[in-house]
């Protein structure tokens, strides 16, 4: 069956010494608890190789939040999937709309990107979501099933029960805007409903799927509560220890 997961995105957010403190902050926090899904960090490259040396695998997963589209070679300033994966990562956001919005990220580069994250043993946690005036206008399903469908239904079934996705509607991510928690169920039945049509109902059934977008310890509860609602891909909140694991604690 699939899992609850929770899983923190720091985006461009603390130096090396504070991020290292963070991910200790957390790992402690996990200490001799049982939370009842599983718990990441992905965190900015240059801190991984050295959150992973002070983190319990066991007890806390580490991802990266992007990596390049090309395996090696000259492309100046890019980090590979290998590289993400030597440092002891085993998870990578892919698609976050971040991406897709300020750096030109389409389906094309993402589906090369899920090559190589497969290739170097890599978990993607993909994002999908529709913009606001896609919400308005009544095209958010429709946006949403072409995003999945053009990236990663090229896959084999074995291959897309190794992705999990992450549901997060541009309009609220980090505007403090959450969907509500029937807005998230409502997307989240019908995502799991392309996924059967596609790969079949345990293909489907065994998919997590995450929703992102100004989650917090006061609404976690209540989206988590939801059938579809597999967890959390948290921004803002993910970046002090004690309001990601009021998330994690949700469940
Ligand atoms: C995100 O960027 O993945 C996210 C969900 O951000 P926030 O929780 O800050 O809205």
Redesign the pocket.
């Known amino acids: 069956m699939r899992k609850n997961i929770v899983a923190g995105?720091w985006?461009m957010n603390t130096t090396l010494q504070e991020g290292v403190a963070l991910a200790k902050e957390v790992n402690a926090a996990l200490e001799g608890v049982q939370p009842k899904c599983d718990v990441i960090i992905c965190v900015p490259f240059t801190h991984l190789a050295s959150v992973n040396d002070v983190i319990d695998a066991n007890k806390l997963g580490l991802g990266a939040e992007n990596c390049a589209d090309h395996a090696s070679g000259a492309y100046t300033g890019e980090i590979s999937a290998a590289m993400v994966a030597s440092t002891g990562a085993k998870y990578v956001i892919l698609g976050?709309s971040?991406r897709r919005q300020y750096y030109g990220e389409t389906s094309e580069t993402l589906k090369e990107k899920v090559a190589l994250a497969f290739e170097n043993g890599l978990t993607p946690i993909f994002c999908i979501g529709e913009v606001l005036e896609e919400r308005e206008n009544g095209t958010y399903f429709d946006v949403v099933k072409a995003q999945i469908e053009s990236a990663l239904f090229h896959l084999s079934a074995e291959d897309f029960g190794r992705i999990i996705l992450a549901y997060?509607p541009v309009w609220?991510?980090?505007t403090g805007k959450t969907a509500t928690d029937d807005q998230a169920q409502e997307m989240h039945a019908f995502i799991r409903g392309v996924i059967a049509d596609k790969y079949g109902k345990e293909v489907a059934d065994n998919t997590s799927i995450l929703y992102?977008?100004?989650?917090k310890p006061t609404n976690a509860a209540a989206l988590f509560a939801k059938p579809d609602v597999d967890g959390g891909?948290?921004?803002?909140?993910a970046l002090k220890a004690d309001s990601f694991m009021g998330i994690v604690n949700a469940f």
Do not use: D, W
């Open positions: 995105n985006k976050h971040e997060e609220a991510i980090g992102g977008g100004s989650c891909l948290i921004g803002g909140a």
